[in-house]
């Protein structure tokens, strides 16, 4: 070139330490080799070049073609597929490719510079030789550059095609100079694209081990299965919808990138502490559930219970013939304790339905139902050694009695301790800096705006958005889950009525349900999540507490 004079060097080189600063500090892969290319192109004057990228099977995949002559902008953020096979490192037999230049550079492990390719003997230029006659373009002087990591091993290949003189604007060889600062973009490239594959290569297996802890939790209860799937799903749908607002106290919220990645992974991690809650508490089907279901023992005590009776009142019956004769079956007396044990068999089956409803804990127990266990508890069996015992024991007493749901209050504090051991295992990781707050954003979600909720009794105030976001996401899954053993799947209105009444009652973020309901982001998770019996017409104007 006709200006390789020492400030034009200098300023190449300037440019070459701009692009290397960008490259380092580049995350989007597309964006990296972009960089990469356009760089080399704009430092040596190129008019074209390509972008090879070496795959697992070794051939060289066209990642990227750029040409300005031809106008050509293929691959990498165009989004425009590049329409030419992968070239093979190796032939059918086994050899080396070393016919085809980028191969060579490849396979040899060293920069190729061809003054005119019409001319080079070396190397099989046919399919440069029909795009120039397709194309009507002639590609001439090549500079071919394998780009090799921290390892001494080559990841790709950067190949550059016609040098412009910057004068003339004719087609000239690349310069020695120009191929000393394209090995060294080269060399800074290879090293950002593999600081960039270790970076996502981490991502990744993080992100597969937090799946990973998701799904065994999931498995671990056939109940929960999917819980920990669809919470992240619902987080996220809500956030973006927070975000979108442009009206409210919310119009100003926003999250970047890596902090809208924070929550995902923050809601992929919510319930990680169940891991050491035994299923026997967290899949409790019914209030008598142990190893099995108690109420098949009260249904068999019931049935010995009668049997009892009924023999008693035989013995009865027996001694009234003996002494007054076979006449004595006419008698009133005779009749009264028929009569007395037809009724109290009546009554034993009405108490073990109402034990066998009251057993599922779907509905809240009354005060009138309570007693009705206690005064059921007060019958009495014969036992094998003769003596009268309780019907029921003071533990069958004490779940049966539990006022809603199945879990006792020992239990319930057993669930809820998954809780305290999400937040152990959380505040245990060393986190860089872009996830710092995942332990604030997943240990948050049975907080309750008021300040009643656990473990640490946080009032609104005192929680981040996405925080708050996630309780909502956590309650309404649940609440439409149609795999839970205690109840069954609720439809929209229902569930909208439950978490509208927890608004009422600042359990939830008002503002956020309000959100959640005007964008109608409940009907979007639904048509992906939920049965079609599930959805049902909802009538904004009966939620409580929401004004249409």
Same mark, same amino acid.
């Given at each position: 070139?006709?200006?390789?004079?020492?400030?034009?060097?200098?300023?190449?080189?300037?440019?070459?330490?701009?692009?290397?600063?960008?490259?380092?500090?580049?995350?989007?892969?597309?964006?990296?080799?972009?960089?990469?290319?356009?760089?080399?192109?704009?430092?040596?004057?190129?008019?074209?070049?390509?972008?090879?990228?070496?795959?697992?099977?070794?051939?060289?995949?066209?990642?990227?073609?750029?040409?300005?002559?031809?106008?050509?902008?293929?691959?990498?953020?165009?989004?425009?597929?590049?329409?030419?096979?992968?070239?093979?490192?190796?032939?059918?037999?086994?050899?080396?490719?070393?016919?085809?230049?980028?191969?060579?550079?490849?396979?040899?492990?060293?920069?190729?510079?061809?003054?005119?390719?019409?001319?080079?003997?070396?190397?099989?230029?046919?399919?440069?030789?029909?795009?120039?006659?397709?194309?009507?373009?002639?590609?001439?002087?090549?500079?071919?550059?394998?780009?090799? #990591?921290?390892?001494? +091993?080559?990841?790709?290949?950067?190949? %550059?095609?016609?040098?412009?003189? /910057?004068? @003339?604007? !004719?087609? *000239?060889?690349?310069?020695?100079?120009?191929?000393?600062?394209?090995?060294?973009?080269?060399?800074?490239?290879?090293?950002?694209?593999?600081?960039?594959?270790?970076?996502?290569?981490?991502?990744?297996?993080?992100?597969?081990?937090?799946?990973?802890?998701?799904?065994?939790?999931?498995?671990?209860?056939?109940?929960?299965?999917?819980?920990?799937?669809?919470?992240?799903?619902?987080?996220?749908?809500?956030?973006?919808?927070?975000?979108?607002?442009?009206?409210?106290?919310?119009?100003?919220?926003?999250?970047?990138? #890596?902090?809208?990645? +924070?929550?995902?992974?923050?809601?992929? %991690?919510?319930?990680?502490?169940? /891991?050491? @809650?035994? !299923?026997? *508490?967290?899949?409790?089907?019914?209030?008598?559930?142990?190893?099995?279901?108690?109420?098949?023992?009260?249904?068999?005590?019931?049935?010995?219970?009668?049997?009892?009776?009924?023999?008693?009142?035989?013995?009865?019956?027996?001694?009234?013939?003996?002494?007054?004769?076979?006449?004595?079956?006419?008698?009133?007396?005779?009749?009264?304790?028929?009569?007395?044990?037809?009724?109290?068999?009546?009554?034993?089956?009405?108490?073990?339905?109402?034990?066998?409803?009251?057993?599922?804990?779907?509905?809240?127990?009354?005060?009138?139902?309570?007693?009705?266990?206690?005064?059921?508890?007060?019958?009495?069996?014969?036992?094998?050694?003769?003596?009268?015992?309780?019907?029921?024991?003071?533990?069958?007493?004490?779940?049966?009695?539990?006022?809603?749901?199945?879990?006792?209050?020992?239990?319930?504090?057993?669930?809820?301790?998954?809780?305290?051991?999400?937040?152990?295992?959380?505040?245990?990781?060393?986190?860089?800096?872009?996830?710092?707050?995942?332990?604030?954003?997943?240990?948050?979600?049975?907080?309750?705006?008021?300040?009643?909720?656990?473990?640490?009794?946080?009032?609104?105030?005192?929680?981040?958005?996405?925080?708050?976001?996630?309780?909502?996401?956590?309650?309404?899954?649940?609440?439409?889950?149609?795999?839970?053993?205690?109840?069954?799947?609720?439809?929209?209105?229902?569930?909208?009525?439950?978490?509208?009444?927890?608004?009422?009652?600042?359990?939830?973020?008002?503002?956020?349900?309000?959100?959640?309901?005007?964008?109608?982001?409940?009907?979007?998770?639904?048509?992906?999540?939920?049965?079609?019996?599930?959805?049902?017409?909802?009538?904004?104007?009966?939620?409580?507490?929401?004004?249409?």
């Amino acid at each position: 070139m006709s200006k390789n004079h020492h400030p034009y060097l200098l300023e190449r080189l300037e440019r070459l330490n701009s692009i290397g600063i960008a490259l380092s500090a580049e995350r989007d892969n597309q964006r990296l080799l972009e960089m990469i290319l356009l760089g080399a192109q704009e430092i040596t004057n190129a008019d074209g070049g390509t972008l090879y990228i070496i795959t697992e099977d070794k051939h060289l995949k066209f990642a990227m073609m750029r040409n300005k002559t031809l106008n050509m902008s293929l691959g990498g953020t165009t989004g425009k597929e590049i329409p030419f096979l992968p070239l093979p490192l190796y032939l059918g037999d086994g050899s080396q490719n070393l016919t085809t230049v980028a191969a060579y550079a490849t396979l040899k492990n060293k920069t190729v510079n061809i003054a005119d390719a019409y001319a080079a003997e070396d190397f099989d230029f046919s399919g440069t030789r029909k795009f120039d006659k397709k194309t009507g373009y002639h590609s001439k002087s090549f500079l071919t550059i394998p780009m090799k #990591n921290h390892e001494s +091993e080559v990841i790709g290949v950067l190949q %550059l095609i016609n040098a412009m003189d /910057v004068d @003339t604007g !004719e087609i *000239v060889p690349f310069s020695p100079e120009n191929q000393s600062l394209v090995e060294s973009l080269a060399s800074q490239a290879a090293v950002a694209m593999t600081n960039h594959n270790l970076i996502e290569g981490l991502k990744s297996l993080f992100e597969a081990f937090i799946e990973l802890i998701a799904d065994a939790i999931d498995q671990k209860s056939p109940y929960t299965g999917g819980h920990c799937r669809r919470v992240p799903e619902l987080t996220m749908m809500l956030t973006q919808a927070v975000m979108d607002t442009k009206t409210g106290p919310f119009k100003d919220f926003t999250l970047n990138e #890596n902090e809208f990645y +924070e929550l995902k992974v923050a809601s992929w %991690l919510h319930d990680c502490g169940k /891991v050491t @809650t035994p !299923e026997a *508490v967290m899949d409790k089907p019914t209030k008598l559930s142990a190893i099995f279901d108690r109420i098949q023992l009260i249904a068999q005590r019931f049935e010995l219970l009668k049997s009892q009776a009924e023999n008693q009142v035989l013995q009865q019956q027996l001694a009234l013939i003996q002494a007054h004769g076979i006449t004595i079956q006419q008698d009133e007396k005779f009749t009264q304790l028929t009569a007395a044990l037809t009724a109290f068999k009546v009554a034993c089956d009405q108490d073990l339905r109402f034990l066998s409803q009251s057993n599922i804990g779907s509905e809240s127990m009354t005060e009138a139902d309570l007693q009705r266990i206690r005064d059921i508890a007060k019958l009495e069996l014969t036992n094998p050694n003769g003596e009268r015992v309780p019907f029921l024991s003071a533990d069958e007493v004490y779940n049966l009695s539990i006022k809603r749901g199945t879990l006792t209050a020992e239990e319930r504090e057993v669930i809820n301790n998954h809780i305290v051991v999400t937040i152990n295992m959380l505040d245990s990781l060393p986190y860089p800096k872009s996830l710092a707050r995942v332990p604030e954003y997943a240990c948050g979600h049975h907080e309750h705006m008021d300040g009643t909720g656990y473990p640490k009794g946080l009032r609104r105030e005192q929680m981040s958005v996405p925080a708050r976001v996630m309780g909502i996401a956590d309650i309404f899954e649940a609440l439409t889950s149609k795999d839970r053993p205690y109840k069954k799947a609720k439809t929209l209105s229902e569930s909208l009525a439950i978490l509208g009444r927890m608004k009422v009652e600042h359990h939830i973020d008002p503002d956020l349900f309000d959100i959640f309901i005007r964008e109608k982001i409940y009907l979007k998770y639904a048509r992906q999540f939920l049965e079609p019996e599930q959805i049902d017409e909802v009538d904004l104007t009966k939620i409580p507490g929401y004004q249409p």
